[in-house]
């Protein structure tokens, strides 16, 4: 069992790669936030949260793993 840091950087940092990695899948597929947003019935705010790393939920990010057609593991890797 690893013990946790003093702080809580880490959190930080690790929901930041997992929006990079949102994004770049995105990109990857060359679509738009919009396309996200309406396929992934969440608003622009939403998106907007989980591209850039702030607190998201699971079940959000489940919906963008199925919209992206990507195993949800590869976002939270």
Do not use: C, Y
């Not at 930080?12 to 996200?36: C, K, N």
């Not at 079940?59 to 593991?73: C, G, M």
């Amino acid at each position: 069992m690893r013990d946790l840091p003093d702080d809580d950087t880490w959190i930080h940092d690790r929901r930041r790669a997992i929006g990079d990695r949102v994004r770049a899948e995105r990109e990857r597929q060359e679509l738009t936030q919009e396309q996200v947003i309406l396929a992934a019935r969440i608003d622009r705010v939403t998106i907007w949260r989980v591209e850039t790393g702030q607190e998201m939920k699971l079940s959000t990010l489940l919906k963008i793993a199925r919209v992206l057609d990507v195993p949800l593991a590869d976002l939270v890797r």
